[in-house]
């Protein structure tokens, strides 16, 4: 069965942080590039951040330039988002998803893209 399944979600005090994962299963990650996106209650999906098939670019949205890191791992079929110094207005269910694509340098984070894979979720939530 080809899918992907995040992890890592939880709660988290503001200024913590958390590790999300991304991982493939049935097929490799090599020739997608992988976007994560967030969607909170009542809000529309939003892209957070994108990591090309090269793995050597990144776009980050502008709420979370400088505490989110996305990485890839294609020999562990996984890609990673690094949330660091948490905040409430962080708190959504966070998705990733798998586009191919023949460019290495390419990612975008636009949630009307046919992305081929998307994952189920997972809940992050900031709370004192």
């Known amino acids: 069965q080809l899918q992907l399944a995040e992890s890592g979600g939880g709660l988290v005090q503001p200024g913590g942080s958390l590790r999300l994962s991304c991982t493939a299963s049935g097929f490799t990650l090599n020739n997608y590039y992988i976007t994560w996106f967030r969607q909170a209650p009542g809000k529309e999906r939003e892209g957070v951040s994108c990591?090309?098939?090269?793995?050597?670019?990144?776009y980050y949205a502008d709420s979370v330039k400088g505490r989110f890191t996305i990485s890839r791992d294609n020999t562990m079929h996984t890609i990673y988002l690094q949330l660091n110094n948490l905040k409430p207005e962080d708190v959504a269910v966070y998705y990733c998803?798998?586009?191919?694509?023949?460019?290495?340098?390419?990612?975008?984070?636009?949630?009307?893209?046919?992305?081929?894979?998307w994952g189920q979720g997972t809940q992050v939530t900031v709370s004192k």
């Open positions: 998803a798998a586009k191919r694509t023949l460019y290495p340098t390419v990612c975008l984070m636009n949630p009307d893209n046919e992305y081929n894979y």
């Open positions: 990591i090309s098939r090269s793995g050597g670019n990144t």
